[in-house]
């Protein structure tokens, strides 16, 4: 985990509220760009909200992480997790761990359960709000861009992952860390240093794991060419 989560209009509104407290802009105008998703998967452009220039906005980010000396922008396996035990040693991660932390919003997500029948995917959510992802931003310089070019930097993205044992009834070894309400701003914010940032996202990830429910679903989620509500609707 996660590889693949759902995004609704509860998640939009967590993002344009993020960022109308403490920054400029509103997701109303977003919309149209950021419909409900429920089968977002990795390589796919997701909005995240973060802080930028002193502000917090909402950008568009690829989900996995692209390395700065990649040829390109994409091919090869992306990093779409990075975990919270070496999050701010690892050499990927240190530098966006640092200055590049952003919150991706979701509805929920998946993971699978192998029975008797084969994998059975389930979906995990929080009960009556939309969840709080911890994530980090690695920009890519591109290459074929001049050093003043609008688009020479473009934006990955990677959910930061913790032991799931903590919770109650849990799916998978690794779950998403996740942030609650009272903790958002502070991992936006720049006032934390490596060991704050640690204690608070693992504080915060240990509170939300301990309310997250989850029931199975139907395997057409399996497909990421399947799409639609009905995908996070319980199985039966």
Known sequence: MCGRFAMDDSSNELL??????HGIGALKDWQKHWPPRYNTAPTQDVPVARGHGGRREIASVRWGIVAPGSPAFGG???IINARI???ATNGLFTGPFASHRCIVAAAGYYEWQV????KQ??????????IAMAGIIRPWPDPAKGENDAGKWRLSMAIITRDAHV????????MPA???????HEWLG???????LLRLLDDSSIRVAHELEHYPVDRAVNSTKNEGAQLIAPLG
Not at 115 to 118: A, D, R, S, V
Not at 190 to 196: A, K, Q, R, V, W
């Open 178 to 184: 996740c942030l609650t309400p009272d903790a958002v």
């Open 76 to 78: 090869g396996r992306p």
């Open 121 to 130: 995917p389930v979906f995990i959510h929080f009960p009556g709000r939309p």
């Open 190 to 196: 720049d006032h934390l240093d490596s060991t704050g």
């Open 16 to 21: 344009e509220q993020i960022v109308a407290e």
């Open 115 to 118: 029975g008797e029948h084969g």
């Open 167 to 174: 919770a109650p009834g849990e799916v998978h070894d690794r």
């Open 85 to 87: 035990e070496t999050v």
